[in-house]
């Protein structure tokens, strides 16, 4: 059973700035595709940004471009999401994710793709 420790959740005033991060002791993780999602209260899981195995390529989805940077250090097993300029509108709970990647090419911006969940961690921005 894989297991994500996730932190850096909190409240924040608009503008400012969290980092997120994601752990697991599983040495496997050097060959997952990670991607961060977040689901806000009566919302749909949404995806927010991923990364490929070795970090070579990233994804953002268009809200977050140029405010958020996802990125990975594969000796500490973790993946982070730094957020500035947050918004109001990017309060969630935020998950970590990650699948088996046959590549160093593939991302998926789909959460029926991905195998392991970390827990949630919740962030939440006042206006």
């Known amino acids: 059973q894989v297991q994500f420790v996730e932190s850096g959740g909190g409240s924040v005033q608009a503008g400012g700035s969290l980092r997120l991060s994601c752990a697991t002791s599983?040495?496997?993780?050097?060959?997952?595709?990670m991607g961060w999602f977040r689901q806000a209260p009566g919302k749909e899981r949404e995806f927010v940004a991923a990364i490929t195995r070795s970090g070579s390529n990233v994804y953002y989805t268009d809200s977050v471009k140029a405010r958020f940077t996802i990125s990975r250090d594969n000796a500490k097993n973790t993946v982070y999401l730094q957020m500035d300029r947050l918004k109001p509108q990017d309060t969630a709970e935020y998950f970590c994710a990650a699948y088996e990647a046959p590549s160093d090419i593939l991302l998926s911006l789909y959460p029926i793709d991905y195998e392991f969940w970390g827990q949630g961690t919740q962030v939440t921005v006042s206006s």
């Open positions: 599983d040495r496997a993780f050097s060959n997952w595709a």
